[in-house]
């Protein structure tokens, strides 16, 4: 029995620091994931609306250290969404003579 509460408490320690790590570390993953969801939207908008390609290709534009960043078309708003789950959205729209531009917040 006492082997067993020492291994309960044992992992309820290794949990919390676990998220007191993750609670230190937030900021800097919120502000990672949001520039890498407007970088890859912007790339996916430019490659798409303004070269042409389709957004299949577009995903080989991406830089490395980004493949958690999810792509697609918004084709009704001439428009991509990029995401990292459950951590940030960015929408980029095309606009002639402008090019894509990213949207304030999404």
Do not use: N
């Amino acid at each position: 029995m006492a082997v067993r509460r020492k291994w309960w408490i044992g992992a309820m320690l290794i949990v919390l620091i676990f998220l007191g790590l993750l609670a230190w570390q937030w900021p800097t993953l919120h502000a990672r994931a949001q520039l890498g969801a407007a970088y890859g939207a912007r790339i996916g908008c430019s490659c798409h609306y303004v070269e042409g390609r389709p957004m299949g290709q577009c995903a080989d534009d991406k830089e490395p250290g980004m493949a958690l960043v999810r792509m697609t078309d918004v084709p009704e708003q001439r428009a991509v969404r990029a995401s990292v789950p459950l951590l940030a959205t960015r929408t980029a729209r095309y606009k002639p003579g402008w090019g894509c531009l990213l949207d304030r917040r999404d």
